[in-house]
């Protein structure tokens, strides 16, 4: 009798399981362990593909997150967008800096001798 091949079920790639699996509410990770990853790569970045982030574990412990390319895209942008806010707030406030005598006064604040500008913390030199 000849020998037939065995038919895979949905998800077999995750030991017949949805990689979700193990996620929870909404925007937790699936997660996948870094052996099941590589052996069915191509099952993973179907999920991918389908908008779900991807979780991989090695000793139980997430070492990486495969995610579509508009979420990382998104993320990625909203970091540059708040690094351009607190740019923007330090030039405002560098600007506010810039009066007339700022320069002169930083420079007394910077010539005043401690025992003038109250109690400091005196720095130990080692030798």
């Given at each position: 009798m000849p020998k037939v091949p065995k038919v895979r079920e949905p998800?077999?790639?995750?030991?017949g399981k949805s990689p979700s699996h193990d996620a929870g509410p909404a925007g937790e990770l699936r997660q996948v362990n870094a052996t099941e990853a590589k052996n069915r790569f191509g099952s993973v970045l179907a999920d991918v593909e389908k908008g779900a982030a991807v979780a991989i574990s090695r000793h139980n412990t997430t070492t990486a997150v495969?995610?579509?390319a508009a979420e990382y895209e998104r993320l990625r942008n909203a970091a540059s967008q708040r690094l351009n806010l607190l740019a923007d707030e330090f030039d405002a406030l560098l600007e506010r800096m810039q009066v007339p005598g700022a320069k002169a006064a930083m420079q007394k604040a910077i010539d005043t001798p401690p025992r003038l500008t109250g109690p400091t913390?005196?720095?130990r030199r080692h030798g």
């Open positions: 998800h077999a790639a995750y030991g495969i995610l579509p913390r005196q720095r």
